[in-house]
């Protein structure tokens, strides 16, 4: 049987701790109070789910897993930095319809905020069952608790006249929620999905290549922008990155912390 792992509930933030703690977790359940756990021993990850599950007196039946979050805090994202030069640089050789659109993204992206994100399943009953997908925590973490909700969204951004939150449905395409926010290129044959759990797909929606699969709440669909290839080619050879525009964009939505 294994040992149950010790925690000590801090109300205090992380840059005042100076003792040795091998586990420091900040929990946030929305609309409640943040609390601190720190631990000696690094605990795996179920027993820090279900003690702050336990601490805001819910059930792990009330938690929308697919939404919830955990950050690694001691692992620096430099990823919206470089977004940002390269969104910046695509703008100023951009045609003069994309510039207004180039604006947008980049206001976006530098409001929102972003930190290394850990892609592992936050369910309990997941990870209590599988080793590999509990791994024990080590250092500085960020872990946001979403309890289920009515009001679910998706989010529609990049190369559309709109960019918005719009309300989900379930069953609702691609397509569908695409038509709301007025698409610019009509030759579009695919967008991005980036899923709440991080997970990110094509998603085919020309009439030739069309295919339906489900959109999770709490999804990014991103249109991507079109490009001046040059430019990447650039920042490749500079070694700032080894991905296009669109591709930093979509890497940088899976890390993005809840509002």
């Not at 930190?115 to 509990?134: E, G, I, M, W, Y």
């Not at 700032?240 to 979509?250: E, G």
Request: net charge positive; aromatic share 12%; proline share 6%.
């Amino acid at each position: 049987m294994r040992r149950p792992v010790a925690f000590t509930l801090l109300s205090f933030c992380f840059s005042s701790i100076t003792f040795a703690s091998e586990s420091i977790v900040e929990v946030t359940l929305t609309d409640r109070d943040a609390i601190t756990l720190s631990s000696e021993q690094a605990p795996r990850l179920d027993a820090t789910v279900m003690t702050a599950v336990d601490y805001y007196q819910t059930s792990s039946m009330d938690i929308d897993w697919l939404q919830s979050k955990l950050f690694d805090l001691d692992k620096p994202l430099y990823l919206k930095n470089v977004a940002v030069r390269s969104i910046n640089r695509q703008k100023s050789v951009a045609k003069h319809q994309d510039i207004e659109r180039w604006k947008t993204l980049r206001r976006q992206i530098e409001e929102w905020q972003f930190s290394k994100r850990v892609l592992t399943p936050l369910d309990p009953d997941v990870t209590r069952v599988n080793a590999s997908q509990n791994p024990r925590l080590r250092g500085q973490y960020q872990l946001f608790l979403k309890p289920i909700s009515k009001d679910l969204t998706v989010t529609v951004l990049g190369n559309v006249k709109q960019p918005r939150e719009l309300a989900w449905y379930p069953r609702r395409s691609a397509n569908q929620y695409l038509n709301k926010t007025q698409v610019e290129n009509q030759s579009l044959s695919y967008v991005w999905v980036i899923q709440p759990d991080g997970a990110a797909f094509q998603y085919p929606v020309a009439y030739w290549n069309y295919q339906f699969h489900n959109i999770a709440p709490g999804a990014f669909i991103y249109v991507p922008m079109p490009l001046s290839r040059n430019l990447d080619d650039e920042l490749t050879r500079y070694k700032f990155t080894n991905k296009d525009t669109n591709q930093l964009i979509i890497e940088l939505l899976t890390h993005k912390l809840p509002l």
